[in-house]
């Protein structure tokens, strides 16, 4: 029978969500390509049992997770109600809706009838009567903003959520949201949105500006790069690396001299800074404060204690920021 960590939260930061009285902890667990049937269930378990005992209580998830879709939220339930469900008043579980889930027309995007339905479907795999944050998970261009933002409203009436959450939003968009959620009494509190030294994009689109005047906070997914920012591609690609067992989303072809050029250099400088590459890369993002937690994957435990050791030094000198902007821009 798993038992927590006595000195769990010894050490783990905690960060306020904007102006909201939640907080989460620095680095909190994602369970996005880990925790489905092509995984070992025992190494899903210590993966969950580690982070917890080293103060990860945010543990992140969707409906579409897996694969295939639907099963990391069925391995976590299991998790829970065999061992860690007994702390449920300690954890920060989330969730979304945004995806394609089954087929038809009510099986993906922003409907009121397709996010209500799947948070259903997302508590019942999880064996549990509400999750904490509820996101919409992507921009719908073809469903009015009022209703999709009436739906999260809904979710949290209900009681079946305590807050809600935008991913995948630009800062106009952001906006719109919000003063939507704020007139029907919402508690909307986080922005979940990709942000890495080689992805910008919320600093270009408005959304890392927007998010910090509208005290919201900001939870990043992909800070590694897919595994880009770590030192795993130095000397070639592994055969059990990303590119070779799921190339959906990261290519070969993503792997150009440049952008090893730019990782071997980016390397040199987190060990003159006393860290690994993906320890500075997850060190960068939270560097200044408007982002509350970085969203960091595993896939093994030694990987979860890794990455909370990047806590430990999110302050750059401007020469480290201007270098970083040199070798990455």
Request: charged share 20%; aromatic share 10%; proline share 4%.
């Amino acid at each position: 029978m798993y038992q927590a960590s006595q000195n769990r939260y010894d050490t783990m930061p905690y960060n306020r969500l904007g102006v909201s009285g939640l907080k989460l902890p620095a680095v909190s667990l994602g369970l996005w390509h880990n925790f489905g049937n092509t995984g070992r269930f025992d190494n899903m378990q210590k993966m969950c049992f580690t982070a917890f005992d080293n103060g990860i209580t945010h543990f992140d998830l969707a409906n579409n997770y897996g694969p295939p879709e639907g099963t990391a939220e069925i391995n976590f339930g299991r998790i829970l109600k065999e061992d860690l469900g007994v702390y449920r008043d300690e954890l920060i579980i989330s969730t979304k809706a945004g995806y394609w889930m089954w087929p038809g027309p009510y099986g993906d995007w922003g409907s009121r009838k397709y996010l209500l339905s799947s948070l259903d479907q997302s508590l019942k795999r999880m064996g549990l009567a509400y999750v904490d944050i509820f996101y919409h998970h992507r921009m719908d261009p073809n469903t009015p903003l009022e209703e999709t933002m009436g739906a999260l409203a809904t979710a949290v009436h209900s009681g079946k959520a305590l807050y809600v959450g935008l991913s995948n939003y630009d800062g106009e968009h952001l906006s719109q949201a919000c003063a939507i959620l704020d007139e029907l009494k919402v508690p909307f509190v986080i922005n979940q949105n990709r942000y890495s030294i080689f992805d910008r994009t919320i600093e270009n689109n408005g959304l890392k500006d927007t998010a910090a005047k509208l005290g919201k906070g900001i939870i990043a997914f992909s800070p590694l790069a897919q595994g880009l920012l770590t030192d795993r591609y130095l000397k070639g690609i592994p055969g059990d690396s990303r590119i070779m067992t799921d190339g959906r989303f990261l290519k070969e072809n993503t792997l150009t001299q440049k952008r090893l050029d730019q990782i071997r250099q980016l390397n040199e400088l987190a060990a003159q800074r006393g860290q690994t590459l993906a320890q500075m890369a997850l060190s960068w993002v939270l560097r200044d404060g408007v982002v509350t937690s970085v969203l960091a994957g595993a896939s093994r435990p030694e990987q979860v204690v890794d990455n909370i050791q990047a806590v430990q030094n999110t302050a750059f000198t401007p020469d480290e920021l201007r270098l970083i902007d040199q070798i990455s821009l």
